[in-house]
């Protein structure tokens, strides 16, 4: 009687619902488009990896200079291209903003760069963005997606953690 009571003890656990884990996410391709904020040009960023972690490098282009001291609404998409018809991954983001953040480093005549949109939560999540440009020069802008980073953070990589989905360095001209 007392081993069927263990028994029925251990089948009642409360793994009945057990925690979903969701994969972090095949990126091959992700691109980053800057329109400037009252007309002009708009910059097309992009990096795309077709075969992932293997031998070839990434593409990456820059489709034109940007314009000195100007501000910019970028917007980031991002696809799987191992699938047909490719899936378009920006969207999964979405769903899972608590799980994701895009974070942005730059160096040289680069102002800055603003969250556009943020989780449930209120935290930073960066699939839209501002971007403001200083005087001429040299720049270079690196994004970074996270999967499952600690937030809030004080939106530094080092801070956030988790795992890193894509990360591209763009080296830009300011005119």
């Known amino acids: 009687m007392l081993a ?4 029925l003890f251990v089948s009642c656990s ?28 708009t910059v097309t960023l992009q990096t795309q ?4 972690d293997g031998p070839a490098a990434p593409t990456v282009s820059v489709s034109g200079p940007l314009a000195g001291n100007t501000t910019y609404g970028g917007a980031i998409l991002l696809l799987d291209e191992t699938d047909t ?12 903003d608590d799980e994701h953040q895009f974070f942005f480093q730059t160096t040289g005549s680069i102002n800055g760069v603003t969250y556009g949109d943020f989780d449930g939560d209120g935290n930073p999540l960066g699939i839209t963005f501002g971007l403001e440009t200083a005087t001429a020069g040299a720049a270079s802008l690196t994004i970074t997606l996270r999967h499952e ?21 763009f080296n830009l001209t300011v005119q």
């Open 4 to 7: 069927t009571a263990s028994l």
């Open 149 to 169: 980073p600690k937030k809030p953070n004080d939106g530094t990589l080092a801070d956030a953690g988790g795992e890193t989905d894509i990360a591209q360095t």
């Open 49 to 52: 990896d077709l075969d992932g």
């Open 85 to 96: 018809p490719p899936e378009n991954i920006t969207e999964e983001v979405a769903e899972e």
């Open 14 to 41: 409360d793994d009945d619902d057990p925690e979903v884990v969701n994969e972090e996410e095949t990126i091959t391709t992700m691109t980053v488009t800057l329109i400037p904020v009252g007309g002009g040009d």
